[in-house]
């Protein structure tokens, strides 16, 4: 069974994903520290953190997600103190967003959020999830919580700021999250376009609230957005979706290109040329291993994954590498017109089949969250593990290696040609 995050981890990567955000876990020791280094992991503020003492009850010398630590007592009798005295330490760190989640135990008590934050005094937006979310799926998790962080800015739309953009989509949960960010806007800004907010993903609450002004949303995964993807429309900003899904392959990331260009009637060439070139650079690998016995063409793969995701690299794998898939599985929280857009293809292609099934042993590549794939290929149940799926603790190596753009195709044939290599 892969081990994938549930809609808490979701909701908490999310808030931690704003950059100038204080996030506070109602609930057991247990329960931070689990999310305390994977958020540290995955989005280092040191810059910031380091210039403050986190000595005190509540933080406990780590500046993430600090919790109540509610015990057994707390549960019998309610931990409201705990909650007040919590809000105020949190307070002093003079935080430009405050978010207070309940764990799924605390969130039975009945500790009353709003007044504890009332009696904190804050002088900065504060969101609060009463309601448990262990049970939402983590896309869902994300886009929703997102959507409750705008709602609490309550920013007001002014007048429009030609030419920007909203990037919707990308969370620090995402594997090499950064070098995603960083090559899709530098596509966007390739094409004339400002990139001035991507909530969840590095940006501030200020650039939040500013991000209303903005011309167009940009959709990279619509599943990591459900929700605030909805808020932008109603506001007013031209949310972009590209019909092939996330922009994961080549194929996917040049239909990407082509739906902004598009919309926004901006010339693409430059990032067309961009990918053209890494399209060149990868025939010119391959005719240079036809003499070898390194073959990619006939192996057969298992993927699981984000629905937008999954579908683009199936088809990609599929259609331009040669490979057969042998087990497709996504998510819970999948987008509906992904999942019935990847069945349709895997009917077509002969692998009907093949849909709803978990990675399998005894396939040579397996596609999916980091722990799932390595562990697979370290047992022997397959040739080649690929990690396209969360980051588990940020250890993603020094190079880049995104799933998103011409970066995550590279970073994909480079696993699969070095496995087979290795095998």
């Known amino acids: 069974m892969r081990s994938v995050p549930d809609g808490l981890t979701g909701a908490i990567m999310a808030l931690e994903g704003i950059s100038d955000s204080c996030v506070m876990l109602h609930g057991p020791g247990g329960c931070r520290i689990r999310h305390m280094v994977h958020s540290s992991a995955a989005y280092t503020r040191d810059a910031r953190d380091s210039d403050i003492d986190y ?52 969130g039975l008590i009945g500790d009353d959020m709003g007044k504890a934050a009332e009696a904190a005094g804050f002088d900065c937006p504060v969101v609060l999830i009463e309601c448990p979310l262990a049970s939402t799926p983590m896309p869902v998790s994300v886009g929703s919580t997102l959507r409750s962080v705008m709602e609490s800015l309550a920013p007001v739309r002014g007048e429009v700021r030609p030419g920007t953009v909203v990037l919707l989509g990308l969370s620090i949960i995402d594997k090499d999250w950064m070098s995603a960010r960083d090559e899709l806007t530098g596509y966007l800004e390739d094409m004339g376009l400002d990139v001035i907010c991507c909530p969840g993903a590095g940006s501030s609450a200020a650039e939040m609230v500013a991000s209303v002004d903005a011309e167009y949303a940009v959709v990279v995964c619509p599943e990591m957005c459900s929700g605030l993807s909805e808020y932008y429309s109603d506001a007013g900003v031209t949310v972009i979706r590209s019909e092939a899904g996330a922009p994961a392959g080549l194929d996917a990331t040049e239909a990407w290109v082509r739906k902004v260009a598009e919309v926004t009637g901006n010339d693409p060439s430059k990032v067309l040329e961009h990918i053209s070139a890494c399209r060149a650079r990868i025939r010119d690998r391959f005719l240079g291993m036809r003499y070898n016995s390194v073959r990619i063409r006939g192996l057969t793969f298992s993927i699981a994954g984000t629905a937008s995701v999954v579908r683009p690299l199936t088809e990609w794998l599929y259609g331009y590498l040669a490979m057969a898939p042998a087990a497709v599985a996504c998510d819970d929280g999948g987008d509906a017109e992904e999942e019935y857009a990847l069945r349709r293809f895997l009917e077509y292609a002969g692998y009907g089949d093949a849909y709803g099934r978990e990675p399998e042993t005894g396939c040579d590549v397996v596609l999916c969250d980091g722990i799932t794939a390595c562990t697979m290929a370290l047992g022997g149940d397959c040739r080649i593990g690929v990690p396209i799926g969360y980051s588990s603790m940020g250890l993603d190596d020094m190079m880049p290696r995104p799933v998103y753009g011409t970066g995550g195709a590279l970073y994909i044939l480079d696993e699969i040609l070095h496995g087979v290599r290795g095998t």
Request: charged share 25%; aromatic share 18%.
């Open 55 to 106: 000595s005190e009850p509540y933080f406990f010398g780590y500046p993430r997600v600090p919790a109540t630590y509610l015990d057994e007592y707390d549960y019998i009798n309610g931990a409201y103190y705990k909650l007040e005295e919590g809000m105020g330490e949190v307070h002093r760190k003079s935080p430009e967003l405050v978010a207070v989640l309940n764990s799924p135990g605390a």
